[in-house]
């Protein structure tokens, strides 16, 4: 299945499309690191992501972060399946020094718990702070709870890879089909 979804600001313009499948990831953004770790995030959650943001000349890099999250956020709501799911997911993820641990509750609430923090404020080019950003603005928009800890960081780089590596992993683990309902209300989401 194919979803696709699209939001244009004065500031920023965002395209998302993704299907469920492994694939290939073809990621654009002004920001490289950012475009590698959303190459990460789609491939361990074995999705095929296209993401194409930019923004204004000029600005900082604040709103494509928060607005790819948005975006993708709406496009994973969108397509949430109305049969049951998994619902849970986590992963603890080494990546060499640094150690992240995230989880998962695709429980219809959204709201992003991060703790943590990375050895320097800019990875490359982007500004570390943006990571949580992101991480809320998909969990607000996806209207799903994750819990995010940096419980290592050798380093900005590696730290940040372990993040986005656990999320896809831990959407990966929620999204598996259930035979049963994973709620005593027998909704889903």
């Known amino acids: 299945m194919q979803t696709e979804f699209e939001r244009a600001?004065?500031?920023?313009?965002?395209?998302?499309?993704?299907?469920?499948?492994?694939?290939?990831?073809?990621?654009?953004?002004?920001?490289?690191?950012?475009?590698h770790m959303l190459e990460l995030l789609g491939a361990n959650m074995g999705w095929s992501l296209s993401i194409e943001a930019?923004?204004?000349?000029?600005?900082?890099?604040h709103h494509v972060v928060e607005d790819v999250g948005i975006v993708l956020g709406r496009s994973l709501l969108s397509w949430y399946?109305?049969?049951p799911r998994a619902r849970y997911g986590w992963c603890a993820l080494p990546m060499d020094g640094s150690l992240a641990l995230v989880s998962v509750d695709l429980s219809g609430r959204g709201g992003c718990y991060f703790r943590g923090s990375f050895p320097s404020e800019r990875c490359g080019d982007l500004d570390l702070e943006l990571v949580p950003e992101f991480f809320s603005a998909l969990a607000r928009?996806?209207?799903?709870?994750?819990?995010?800890?940096?419980?290592e960081a050798d380093n900005s780089h590696h730290a940040a890879e372990a993040l986005f590596k656990a999320a896809g992993r831990a959407f990966a683990q929620a999204f598996v089909p259930s035979l049963t309902s994973s709620s005593t209300k027998e909704v889903w989401p």
């Open 9 to 35: 600001t004065a500031e920023t313009t965002v395209r998302i499309s993704f299907e469920t499948e492994p694939g290939a990831q073809s990621i654009t953004t002004p920001c490289g690191l950012f475009s």
């Open 54 to 61: 930019s923004g204004r000349d000029g600005e900082d890099l």
């Open 81 to 83: 399946p109305s049969s």
């Open 141 to 151: 928009e996806s209207r799903t709870t994750i819990h995010a800890r940096l419980l």
